[in-house]
């Protein structure tokens, strides 16, 4: 089985918050007008990607990494990873704001929920007028006051807002209070985890009038209470380089805007290489094969390649490895 650049079907979620800008924007082929994430790279059980290009149509992400799992994911990866894949990525489109939460970390996530921990980071796509984010606390707070707030109703008064504009990337560390308000559409890189501690949800009901889960308790322990100043990335924006963003345990991040081609070699990298285009379109060529994507849509690179040609008039690209 000859492996090559590989084009997956998103897998599509409605959510409360969602809306149609997945549609609208990335062209997305959504029928509900509150759909809310297309899911590019999945291994999560129940929502498993399916390749949609080439020979290998129609066969599932996680069957190629069982037959190939070290050609496709690299050594060390499978060494570190075994047969999962270790990052979900995502398109993320809030037409409302999402619920205020947090992810636990690795320990805690394997001991209550036999899961990864969820560090997480999101590139701002599109964002509306004076469209927010909230991350992190703005000042240092104790268990016990954000217990206090939590009962009294008050959380909102804790809460750093960060106001967004296209290009602003965000790193989440495990513990991080979050959330992704009204008028933001992203792009997330994260660990493959779908363990979410749910904190506030403005007392939204959803469609069978129900209040949204809550998971205060198990939030109280896992919650990071300091204000810290270590979420906003700095990354440089020259044309046609590799410019990194983000360099963390669980995956590494760059940014690529190009304005013509671009050749690069990877012959040290073992790893397999994800692009997701944010901008523009570029065919990514290999001597494996060759694909297109257009803005909103997402490449796997298997670890065997060692060189890529990028080529392009015009496209942002972020650039994912392990």
């Given amino acids: 089985m000859t492996l090559y650049p590989l084009k997956f079907r998103p897998i599509l979620k409605e959510r409360l918050w969602g809306g149609t800008k997945l549609k609208e924007v990335l062209g997305k082929p959504i029928e509900s007008d509150i759909t809310g994430e297309s899911w590019e790279l999945s291994t999560v059980k129940g929502d498993i990607s399916v390749i949609v290009n080439g020979s290998l149509e129609g066969k599932s992400l996680q069957e190629l990494i069982e037959s190939n799992g070290e050609e496709l994911l690299g050594k060390s990866v499978v060494e570190r990873f075994g047969k999962e894949f270790p990052i979900l990525i995502k398109f993320i489109d809030a037409k409302q704001d999402l619920s205020i939460q947090l992810h636990p970390n690795d320990e805690l996530a394997k001991e209550r929920h036999d899961s990864f921990g969820k560090t997480e980071m999101w590139y701002i796509m599109d964002a509306d007028p004076k469209a927010e984010l909230i991350v992190g606390f703005n000042k240092d707070v104790t268990k016990e006051e954000y217990a206090e707030s939590i009962d009294n109703d008050t959380l909102l008064d804790l809460l750093n807002y960060e106001q967004v504009k296209e290009g602003d990337t965000f790193f989440i560390n495990t513990g991080k209070i979050h959330a992704i308000g009204a008028g933001v559409m992203l792009a997330e890189i994260q660990q493959t985890s779908d363990v979410t501690y749910r904190v506030f949800d403005f007392n939204r009901k959803d469609k069978e009038g129900n209040l949204r889960e ?109």
């Fill in 214 to 322: 809550l998971h205060t308790e198990l939030a109280l322990d896992a919650v990071d209470y300091k204000k810290k100043d270590d979420f906003k990335v700095s990354y440089s924006q020259d044309l046609n380089k590799v410019s990194e963003m983000v360099d963390c345990p669980y995956f590494k991040t760059n940014f690529i805007q190009l304005t013509e081609n671009l050749e690069l070699d990877i012959t040290k990298r073992d790893s397999f290489t994800i692009f997701m285009c944010v901008g523009g379109e570029v065919v990514i060529k290999t001597s494996e094969g060759e694909v297109l994507i257009k803005n909103g849509e997402t490449a796997l690179l298997p670890a065997i390649t060692k060189k890529i040609s990028l080529q392009s008039k015009g496209a942002k690209l972020l650039e994912v490895t392990i």
